[in-house]
């Protein structure tokens, strides 16, 4: 009878903590479209509104391109969730944790085997693929979520295949005084520096000087010479 009582009251904490944590997640989410409303992006809001209810879990940023930009796109109601995972990272980052990731790297989106590259010039400059940030840290109020503004729909990438076989770590829980990306990178191809060019051949060869020591062959010369001259003069003193 204990142990019954024991087993209900576990089943019931397990309950409540999976309800909490979906109170949580959806405080969440009604937190971030808040701050999306309030910077304008009523277009994304809808897609996220129309995407099925357990898609969006909390530990995510949304790369959001604009109003404008997404009224020029065809997205089929059945496309999207798959335009939500191409349009978000499995993880929830500041623009100043973006700016940590150097150019040539590979983040990894929600949407599996999707990745984005990343070409960093700077805070003004910063490139997802095709699209540039242009609205910094839209979404800061919720604890898992947040976002940035981009200039364009976001072209996906596929990693290259000799690293089609290469695992990412799991993005670890979210932390706020994080300062470096809390998760892994793919290695960008290491960048191979063009040789240099090849320097003249001088024609002005150094002497070598007085002080060294003769060379083998220099020695053997003197050998032959100082034989030579001994020969000679034993010739000479003969023919006297």
Excluded at 42 to 68: C, S, V, Y
Excluded at 94 to 108: K, R
Excluded at 148 to 162: C, F, N, Y
Aim: aromatic share 6%; hydrophobic share 40%.
């Amino acid at each position: 009878m204990a142990r019954n009582h024991m087993i209900l009251t576990f089943l019931l904490k397990l309950l409540l903590s999976s309800v909490s944590t979906a109170t949580n997640s959806t405080s969440d989410i009604r937190q971030a479209i808040e701050e999306m409303r309030t910077a304008n992006y009523f277009t994304f809001i809808m897609l996220i509104n129309m995407a099925p209810a357990d898609l969006i879990q909390g530990n995510i940023t949304f790369l959001m391109p604009r109003d404008k930009t997404l009224s020029q796109t065809l997205i089929q109601e059945n496309n999207v969730a798959d335009f939500l995972q191409r349009h978000s990272l499995p993880s929830p980052l500041l623009f100043d944790h973006l700016q940590h990731f150097p150019t040539g790297s590979m983040i990894p989106t929600s949407k599996p085997d999707v990745f984005l590259r990343v070409n960093n010039s700077g805070k003004m400059h910063f490139f997802l693929n095709n699209a540039r940030v242009v609205s910094q840290n839209i979404c800061t109020k919720s604890a898992s979520i947040r976002c940035h503004g981009i200039d364009q729909v976001l072209e996906g990438a596929t990693l290259p295949s000799d690293h089609n076989n290469a695992s990412l770590p799991l993005p670890p829980p979210c932390d706020h005084n994080i300062t470096s990306p809390p998760f892994g990178l793919v290695a960008s191809p290491p960048v191979m520096s063009p040789p240099s060019a090849a320097q003249p051949i001088s024609s002005n060869i150094s002497p070598i000087p007085s002080s060294a020591p003769p060379t083998k062959s220099a020695v053997s010369l003197s050998k032959t010479g100082i034989t030579g001259l001994i020969w000679l003069l034993m010739a000479v003193k003969l023919s006297l």
